[in-house]
């Protein structure tokens, strides 16, 4: 199994609150992902990470900031929690850029905004 | 832009059957990849097979083998002897040219009847 950790696992947090949630790799994978899961969307991408201090937007963007400072660390922030961020979270990380190169999902982390 | 499409969102089959996941998309990009992941009922993403847009054989990788129809631009994710573990959801993604992100179509969820 690809060695990416996801912390905290679950949790529940209020509206208006800031959120940190970690993703570390021991792969030493150049590209990292976060994904949210939501039912009727599939996995949608929020941010990426082609290196260190190197991201970009996803599709999801809106109200989350992320920072690589490590290859192996990726952190996606929520500015200040809504409920509609209430999702399930997955940080992916890919090898390479190359098309034939697969993603390695972490274990996910279940956010519960109230 | 590319797009992921998946029209079933449940199938069911019974146990030792085949059966096929759709899966349809849209780039222009010349060379990219497809892959399938299933997400059973603990979470976790598991790869399952690659397809490569220049590949000429259709890819197989144990019980799971990917009909590729390059002109029809589908990727379906054929499961042949189907067992009860197979029940999951199962997610198409791609990754295109540039190589940055993987997009995911909504998911198909399978039951396998006993």
């Known amino acids: 199994d690809a060695g990416i950790t996801q912390s905290p696992r679950h949790k529940v947090t209020e509206t208006g609150t800031p959120v940190t949630l970690r993703c570390h790799q021991t792969?030493?994978?150049?590209?990292m992902y976060w994904y949210r899961q939501d039912p009727g969307h599939g996995l949608r991408l929020i941010h990426y990470s082609y290196g260190v201090k190197d991201t970009d937007k996803g599709e999801v963007s809106d109200g989350y900031s992320v920072s690589r400072s490590k290859t192996e660390d990726f952190l996606l922030t929520l500015e200040s929690a809504t409920s509609s961020q209430t999702s399930v979270y997955f940080c992916a990380i890919s090898e390479s850029g190359w098309v034939n190169t697969e993603a390695f999902f972490g274990q996910g982390t279940r956010l519960t905004v109230v | 832009a590319q797009k992921i499409t998946q029209t079933q969102p449940g199938m069911f089959v019974q146990e030792k059957e085949a059966v096929t996941l759709d899966c349809t998309y849209d780039t222009s990009d010349q060379s990219y990849g497809l892959f399938w992941y299933k997400q059973p009922s603990s979470g976790e993403m598991i790869f399952l097979i690659y397809q490569g847009s220049y590949d000429e054989q259709n890819a197989t990788e144990g019980r799971y083998s990917l009909n590729f129809q390059k002109a029809r631009k589908s990727a379906n994710l054929v499961i042949s002897a189907s067992q009860l573990g197979d029940s999951a959801m199962y997610f198409c993604a791609m990754r295109g040219e540039y190589g940055n992100q993987f997009y995911f179509g909504t998911g198909t969820s399978l039951t396998v009847i006993p």
């Open positions: 792969e030493n994978h150049r590209y």
